[in-house]
């Protein structure tokens, strides 16, 4: 069983950056694809960015050239690195792992990112 916990998460005002941190306990396996979605009030989740075990990223166009992801293998941790942050940005974040060789989604409960001035 795997857990996921979000942390991070804050007010902050636009163009400021917020780094968020997901810690995965559990077994992690190298087919795992890590990553963030979110979910703004009154709209569905959506993607924002994964990772996989060997590195490869994909981002929402919405967060490109803005957002990082990375993850750190050895600890189970996966990071967003958020710059130049938009009231857009707002939403709860958060963390899925896809244990892609049995088609199963881990969710974290999730961290508040509210951009605001």
């Known amino acids: 069983q795997v857990q996921l916990v979000e942390s991070g998460g804050g007010l902050v005002q636009p163009g400021a950056s917020l780094r968020l941190s997901c810690a995965a306990s559990?077994?992690?396996?190298?087919?795992?694809?890590m990553g963030w979605y979110r979910q703004a009030p009154g709209n569905r989740r959506e993607l924002v960015s994964t990772i996989t075990y060997g590195g490869s990223t994909t981002y929402a166009d919405s967060v490109k050239g803005r957002f990082t992801i990375s993850r750190d293998n050895a600890k189970k941790t996966v990071l967003l690195q958020m710059n130049s942050l938009k009231p857009e940005d707002t939403a709860v974040y958060y963390c899925?792992?896809?244990?892609?060789?049995?088609?199963?989604?881990?969710w974290g409960k999730g961290t508040l990112v509210t951009v605001s001035s």
């Open positions: 899925n792992l896809l244990r892609l060789e049995f088609g199963m989604n881990y």
């Open positions: 559990g077994s992690i396996l190298s087919s795992d694809r």
